[in-house]
């Protein structure tokens, strides 16, 4: 639920809309004390502050809302006349997340909105981090191998792969960072006496992002050179 705190009712019912269209459902309130009655019953998950009100400061408002616990990391963006700039450093300093000058943009409000609501919801629902690795295992994002269990898995859920396949994966991951050549590979995953030529290694990559649905992207391609699993 998102609050809209203006008193002009032109603006105030455009937003209203504009939101409610966008899957976003809002509620439009001209006055700080039909706001505050709404507070007290249900805290929203975003508010839009303008800065004149009839009958507070709208920076004010954003005072107290930092000040009481239910609202204190509620996402706050305030609009501002065009230009005021101590307007919109004086709500930075108080603890406002964005501001935006009027006039402004349906799209440009909607997007703005969007970021702030994926940043709190992150912020109130951290990624855990992942499990320190063990002895013989090797971590790209989110695929994870064992070398010890000569396995693979994407999010904790196993991926099969063929020997040739978790050889070539595990030399790479094992490698990170570093752009091995088809040759290196080649004598690492088949041995030197083998009399097959580098095409095959191509074949056991594009085989194994297939199998990396998703994640195929954890192989890379060096042109010219071979493949790299990227050390980020």
Same mark, same amino acid.
């Given at each position: 639920?998102?609050?809209? +705190?203006?008193?002009?009712? %032109? ?10 269209q966008a ?25 839009? /502050? @303008? ?14 809302? =930092? ?11 305030m ?17 406002? @997340?964005?501001?935006?000058?009027? &006039? ?12 702030? +609501? =994926?940043r ?8 855990? &981090?992942?499990? &320190?690795?063990?002895? %013989? ?8 191998l ?19 396949e978790?050889?070539t994966?595990a ?9 091995l ?13 083998? @009399?097959?030529e580098?095409?095959?290694v ?7 992002? /297939?199998?990396l ?10 042109? %010219?050179? %071979? ?6």
């Amino acid at each position: 639920m998102i609050y809209f +705190l203006d008193d002009e009712a %032109g603006i105030r019912n455009i937003v209203v809309y504009a939101l409610d269209q966008a899957g976003l459902e809002t509620l439009g309130f001209d006055s700080a004390r039909n706001f505050w009655d709404a507070i007290r019953k249900q805290p929203p998950d975003l508010i839009l /502050l @303008d800065i004149m009100l009839p009958d507070d400061s709208g920076l004010n408002v954003l005072k107290k809302l =930092r000040a009481a616990s239910a609202t204190a990391r509620t996402p706050v963006m305030m609009l501002t006349a065009a230009g005021a700039e101590f307007d919109k450093v004086r709500g930075l300093d108080l603890g406002a @997340d964005d501001y935006l000058a009027k &006039p402004f943009g349906m799209m440009e409000l909607i997007a703005r909105v969007k970021s702030l +609501l =994926r940043r709190a919801e992150a912020a109130a629902n951290p990624t855990p &981090p992942p499990a &320190p690795l063990k002895e %013989g295992e090797y971590r790209a994002g989110p695929v994870k191998l064992s070398a010890r269990q000569h396995k693979v898995w994407i999010n904790e859920e196993q991926v099969p792969l063929s020997y040739k396949e978790f050889e070539t994966l595990a030399y790479l991951m094992k490698n990170k960072g570093m752009a091995l050549t088809r040759d290196q590979i080649m004598d690492h995953v088949w041995g030197y006496d083998y @009399d097959g030529e580098s095409r095959t290694v191509d074949v056991h990559i594009r085989s194994l992002r /297939l199998k990396l649905a998703g994640c195929e992207n954890v192989v890379e391609t060096v042109r %010219g050179v %071979g493949y790299r699993v990227s050390a980020e």
